[in-house]
């Protein structure tokens, strides 16, 4: 793990470049990152603007504006007299440095920023223009620093969920804050969850289907809760929390209806898809959606927008989720999917993502389905799996997935192995097997069941002799 050194050690630093060696700010601040990472240390919370360093007094640092503006602002609240319009100009300081950067944001949470936000969050609960000013400033703080909060700021949160579940405009910012404060931090997302979060969001999910600005943000906090990205937690609930948002908030309704209300809104549409992707953990998920006209609405919203590259990516990942339920694999097959997945692909074949996402799905619906590979031989969807590979040769997980379409096309269709060499695969999928170490057991697998020559490792080699137990 990476040494690190305080703010204060790294600005007597540039004071001493200064003063000992007549540098001026900006290159005593350069020799002072050099002499600091050629010890190994990591510099990525600290400060490193040489507008800080005043020559006109020896190099001593001038006060941070995001440590002034903590500083009145605490002082604010020992003072009633302050006006709101001084008190939000200095949370605006405070909100546009902490936007900067990492090294800010743990400049002014070091530097007492939550317990005074937290204060203000208290006492201006009520006014909602304070409020709002308030978390837009404790937002910035807190992104990528979810340690801070305490359980006292995480009822506050709660009660504030519940207090504006009526109100659209300050309830973007409170989900936002709770989401903020469950990324990489499983413990938050615990105890969040224990205080009826999942409820509370799907509801106002349900309430609010006017509000594009809020089902986006309450679609974001869901998936926030699905993840299992802290480091520190041997094991996440992810899972349990994705089965937890379906079954008791009955959140696949609630979305889909909303695909139905906001058809001609992409932005909406491509957070909903994402959601929907991170909710189909289980098999009977993936069916209720398709149940319910999901897959029938994906399509549709997919075929419409099949030129912009945000709906058709989110689309391809959503579909490529509820794909791992057989019957769904057929439905998407019977709605034209096959050929809008392929029509994707080509559309958008310099697009490495799309290229990817466009592999990943067609290698879920050809999956033990002899008919979908079939439908993808038909439109030529092999042509562009192997267009995709020598576009984004360079790209591992396009040839991953572009190698594992490619074997469930000849798995079970060994005709159609002529076809895909005929366009030159083998020497491409040699060539990613060269390249790419992450692909080598998705290459030799195609090689294989394409009838190449591979070279298989043998893992494991019997010796012919009886065990002996002790």
């Given at each position: ?187 938050n997302r615990q105890v969040f969850i224990q205080k009826n979060l999942i409820i509370s969001l799907t509801d106002s999910l349900k309430e609010h289907k006017a509000e594009p600005s809020l089902i986006k943000e309450i679609c974001i906090c869901l998936r926030a809760l699905t993840l299992d990205d802290d480091v520190r937690v041997p094991f996440g609930k992810a899972h349990e929390n994705a089965k937890s948002i379906v079954t008791e908030g009955d959140a696949l ?186 692909v080598e057991d998705e290459a030799k697998a195609v090689l294989r069941d394409l009838g190449c020559k591979v070279e298989l490792k043998e893992l494991w080699k019997g010796t012919g002799q009886t065990l002996a137990y002790d």
């Open positions: 793990m990476a040494k690190q050194i305080s703010q204060q050690t790294f600005d007597e630093v540039v004071r001493e470049n200064m003063m000992e060696f007549d540098m001026d700010a900006e290159e005593a601040v350069i020799d002072a990152v050099q002499q600091f990472e050629s010890q190994g240390i990591n510099l990525s919370i600290i400060v490193k603007d040489p507008t800080l360093y005043g020559s006109g007094n020896n190099g001593s640092p001038q006060e941070h504006p995001v440590i002034a503006a903590i500083k009145i602002v605490s002082n604010c609240l020992e003072n009633p007299e302050i006006s709101f319009s001084s008190l939000k100009d200095y949370l605006s300081v405070i909100q546009k440095e902490c936007e900067i950067d990492l090294a800010r944001r743990c400049l002014a949470g070091g530097n007492g920023a939550y317990p005074v936000l937290l204060k203000l969050m208290v006492s201006y609960q009520e006014n909602i223009d304070m409020l709002s000013s308030v978390l837009s400033s404790f937002c910035a703080l807190v992104n990528g620093q979810p340690d801070l909060i305490t359980s006292e700021g995480i009822d506050m949160l709660v009660f504030l969920l519940k207090r504006y579940k009526d109100n659209p405009e300050p309830l973007v910012l409170i989900v936002r804050a709770i989401r903020l404060n469950c990324v990489k931090h499983e413990s309704r609630a979305m889909l209806q909303l695909c139905e209300e906001h058809e001609n809104n992409i932005s909406v549409l491509a957070e909903i898809f994402l959601t929907l992707a991170c909710l189909a953990v289980r098999d009977e998920f993936c069916k209720e959606t398709m149940d319910r006209g999901g897959v029938k609405l994906i399509m549709k919203a997919f075929n419409g927008g099949i030129k912009d590259k945000g709906i058709v990516r989110q689309a391809l990942i959503v579909l490529k989720a509820l794909a791992g339920n057989d019957e769904v694999k057929v439905e998407i097959a019977k709605l034209g999917g096959i050929e809008l997945i392929v029509l994707a692909l080509n559309t958008h074949q310099n697009n490495a993502q799309i290229s990817e996402a466009a592999c990943r799905v067609l290698t879920a619906v050809t999956l033990r389905n002899l008919n979908n590979s079939k439908l993808v031989m038909d439109c030529y969807g092999h042509q562009h799996i192997v267009q995709a590979m020598k576009l984004h040769s360079s790209e591992v997980n396009v040839q991953k997935y572009a190698c594992m379409a490619l074997r469930n096309l000849v798995t079970r269709n060994k005709e159609n192995s002529a076809a895909i060499l005929s366009l030159g695969a083998e020497c491409l999928i040699n060539d990613a097997l060269t390249s790419h170490k992450g």
